[in-house]
């Protein structure tokens, strides 16, 4: 069964960090470009972070230089580690394997004092 199962989101105070896992199973993340998502109340989804089979990264404007994906293959993880948090990145972030259309759970991410 193909499945991707998200950690680590919680309350944080607005400068913090904190670190999201996305653990798949049912395929190998080593052939998948893969994504994190976020939703805020009211907001659409929006893409936050890419990284390729290559392993290059992308990321969003809003996020560039604050957040950073990565991959452990060994683990079959892939990791957001988000640093400077503020209180407009509150949402809930969701691990995405685009081509087969594939969501974690999310979890909740709140920012604030």
């Known amino acids: 069964q193909v499945q991707l199962v998200e950690s680590g989101g919680g309350l944080v105070q607005p400068g913090g960090s904190l670190r999201l896992s996305c653990a798949a199973s049912?395929?190998?993340?080593?052939?998948?470009?893969m994504r994190w998502y976020r939703q805020a109340p009211g907001k659409q989804r929006e893409l936050v972070a890419t990284?390729?089979?290559?392993?290059?990264?992308n990321y969003a404007d809003s996020v560039k230089g604050r957040f950073t994906i990565s991959r452990d293959n060994a683990k079959n993880t892939v990791y957001l580690q988000l640093n400077s948090l503020k209180p407009e990145d509150t949402a809930v972030y969701y691990c995405?394997?685009?081509?087969?259309?594939?969501w974690g759970q999310g979890s909740q991410v709140t920012v604030s004092s």
């Open positions: 990284i390729t089979v290559g392993g290059s990264t």
């Open positions: 995405n394997w685009p081509s087969r259309g594939v």
């Open positions: 049912g395929f190998t993340l080593i052939w998948s470009d």
